[in-house]
């Protein structure tokens, strides 16, 4: 099941990088997700998206910026990447009426 | 603000014995509660949600709001339900966004 695809699926880089991580999906869904999972603290949201021209900020948006380029595209990107970025990223997408989450495979990213 | 809180990081039980996940939550509104699952080199995914009351691969989650909990219990728990569960609540405002747990790891001993 490919619907969500993630890219790169592993990276590492340097502090002070500019870094992107990329999002496309093939379901057909509004919304778009970008998710930090780090251990103990589960899954908490970075930004998202409803629609091409909307974009919010989630819980924890500070160092990150995303650009939907097209309803099936949802980047994220690190300027200036700093080690507690080190965590496993993921994208998902819903549509307006069942609510579902569906997630990408992850992006892990180390910063050195 | 929203919250989910699952008290437990790791549970380990023995196949054929009951399982319960905990999963309390604050929210001031009418949540929507889900249980997502992430099996061993697969992707999160959705368990069930608590609107559909309907039990899937054996598991229930019951919501009750005087508790602000939202349980996921399975009676006979199977080595194939090892993974990692998190708990998530959504917000009526706030569309789809949803809030997770922290997590819990349940590890099925045959």
């Known amino acids: 099941d490919a619907d969500v695809t993630q890219t790169p699926r592993n990276r590492i880089t340097k502090t002070g990088k500019r870094i992107m991580l990329e999002c496309s999906q093939t379901?057909?869904?509004?919304?778009m997700y970008w998710y930090r999972q780090d251990p103990g603290l589960g899954l908490r949201l970075i930004y998202y998206?409803?629609?091409?021209?909307?974009?919010n900020k989630g819980e924890i948006s500070d160092g990150y910026s995303v650009s939907r380029q097209a309803q099936a595209k949802f980047s994220l990107s690190l300027e200036s990447a700093i080690p507690n970025q080190t965590a496993l990223y993921f994208c998902a997408t819903s549509d307006r009426a069942r609510g579902e989450l569906f997630f990408g495979e992850g992006s892990r990213l180390t910063v050195l | 603000a929203q919250r989910v809180t699952q008290p437990e990081k790791l549970l380990s039980v023995f196949k054929g014995a009951p399982v319960e996940l905990k999963c309390n939550y604050s929210y001031s509104g009418s949540p929507e509660l889900f249980w997502y699952v992430q099996y061993s080199r697969q992707r999160l995914q959705l368990l069930l949600r608590h609107i559909s009351r309907e039990s899937i691969k054996g598991f229930t989650a019951d919501l009750n709001k005087g508790e602000t909990s939202f349980h996921l219990k399975k009676p006979f728990a199977q080595e194939e339900d090892s993974a990692m569960y998190y708990c998530?609540?959504?917000?009526?405002?706030?569309?789809?966004?949803?809030?997770f747990g922290g997590g819990t790891r349940v590890l099925v001993k045959p």
């Open positions: 379901k057909g869904h509004d919304r």
């Open positions: 998530a609540l959504s917000g009526g405002a706030a569309g789809n966004k949803l809030t």
């Open positions: 998206s409803f629609d091409v021209k909307d974009i």
